[in-house]
């Protein structure tokens, strides 16, 4: 149980596109999600919490404008990178709060690799 | 916010060698502490996760300990294997809706 899922697993972009990430909870409803994006040797860096029904809330330094975020239902958020240059190449993983007893509890995505090119 | 810390960066063991690692924390006021483990390329599984008011938790031949006065959590595997071989992070929530805090990680190396 509390599988969570990422689409595409990875993605090559011409800079100035727009790419849009999947993140879905399988078999569980999940109120709140979170993005996380990791360089390479680095750690994860929480970019925004994803609470369904409302605004994302970003952290500092991330921008809102470039990297929109939907939860519009309880098993599906979406990250867009927005007008996308290489310095937005990175991986970009999805968390979701646990159901019930699991609730503190994150269980995460499998990731996905941009390259904008 | 809290400041996570992992010791050492890189570890690299014979196979059948315990292996430990180290977490530290800032702010002890901690709900809880996962542990998890990276592949290259991969995202995350969660491996062990203690509450607040545990001191110990043990999966297999994982076991966690949590120190919250002394702001330290310590992952202990036992008879490594070359399956073991990953990172290693540990993460503390920073905020009351469950935000995460992680550690830079330990990367983990089992020799055959």
């Known amino acids: 149980g509390a599988v969570v899922s990422q689409h595409p697993s990875w993605v090559i972009c011409k800079s100035g596109t727009s790419v849009k990430i999947e993140c879905r909870s399988l078999d569980f409803q999940a109120t709140t999600m979170f993005w996380y994006r990791q360089f390479p040797k680095q750690s994860l860096m929480l970019m925004a919490t994803s609470n369904e029904g409302s605004k994302a809330t970003y952290e500092q330094g991330v921008e809102k404008d470039k990297f929109l975020i939907n939860h519009a239902s309880l098993t599906l958020s979406t990250l867009t990178v927005t007008s996308a240059h290489p310095e937005d190449s990175s991986f970009y993983i999805c968390s979701a709060r646990g159901p019930g007893g699991f609730r503190d509890e994150q269980f995460f995505g499998p990731g996905t690799r941009l390259t904008v090119l | ?112």
């Not at chain 2, 998890?36 to 076991?63: A, C, H, M, V």
């Not at chain 2, 294997?81 to 190396?109: E, I, R, W």
């Open chain 2, 1 to 112: 916010k809290q400041e996570v810390t992992q010791i050492p960066a890189a570890l690299s063991v014979p196979e059948g060698e315990n292996l430990v690692l180290n977490c530290s924390f800032t702010d002890s006021a901690i709900y809880n502490l996962q542990w998890f483990r990276q592949d290259p390329g991969k995202g995350l599984t969660s491996l062990l996760l203690i509450q607040s008011s545990q001191r110990e938790q043990t999966s297999g031949r994982l076991n966690a300990s949590l120190d919250k006065s002394s702001g330290r959590s310590t992952l202990y595997i036992a008879a490594s294997q070359p399956g073991d071989s990953a990172t290693y992070l540990c993460a503390v929530p920073f905020s009351n809706d469950y935000k995460l805090s992680f550690g830079a990680g330990t990367t983990v190396t089992v020799r055959a």
